[in-house]
């Protein structure tokens, strides 16, 4: 049974600081594609960064310079490190898995992620 569990998510004022966590269970998790997506209301689904089974990562335009991704495969945990935290980035994020150890320039699409967790929350005032 595959399980992704979101944490770290809370309320910070702009210019913070946040690192969301993910857990992964039920799957060979070194070897998929990770992502963060997040989705405020009345927006669309946004890929918000990616890393692929061999580490390489690639982010979404509005989170570039601000945002890093990172996995620790021993602690089948990926993480989201976010500064320079802006209103507009208040959302539900969202970890995901793809059943793919690479995705390109695809990343971002939704679609190709089979698994999510059930999302954590960041406010950002």
């Known amino acids: 049974h595959v399980q992704l569990v979101e944490s770290g998510g809370g309320s910070v004022q702009a210019g913070g600081s946040l690192r969301l966590s993910c857990t992964a269970s039920?799957?060979?998790?070194?070897?998929?594609?990770m992502a963060w997506f997040r989705q405020a209301p009345g927006k669309e689904h946004e890929g918000v960064a990616v890393?692929?089974?061999?580490?390489?990562?690639n982010f979404g335009d509005s989170v570039k310079g601000r945002f890093t991704i990172s996995k620790d495969n021993a602690k089948n945990t990926l993480y989201l490190q976010m500064n320079s935290l802006k209103p507009e980035d208040s959302a539900m994020y969202y970890c995901?898995?793809?059943?793919?150890?690479?995705?390109?320039?695809?990343?971002?699409?939704?679609?190709?992620?089979?698994?999510w967790g059930q999302g954590t929350q960041v406010t950002v005032s």
């Open positions: 995901a898995s793809s059943t793919y150890p690479y995705l390109g320039m695809g990343w971002s699409d939704s679609f190709e992620y089979t698994y």
């Open positions: 890393i692929d089974s061999a580490g390489s990562t």
């Open positions: 039920g799957f060979i998790y070194s070897t998929t594609c």
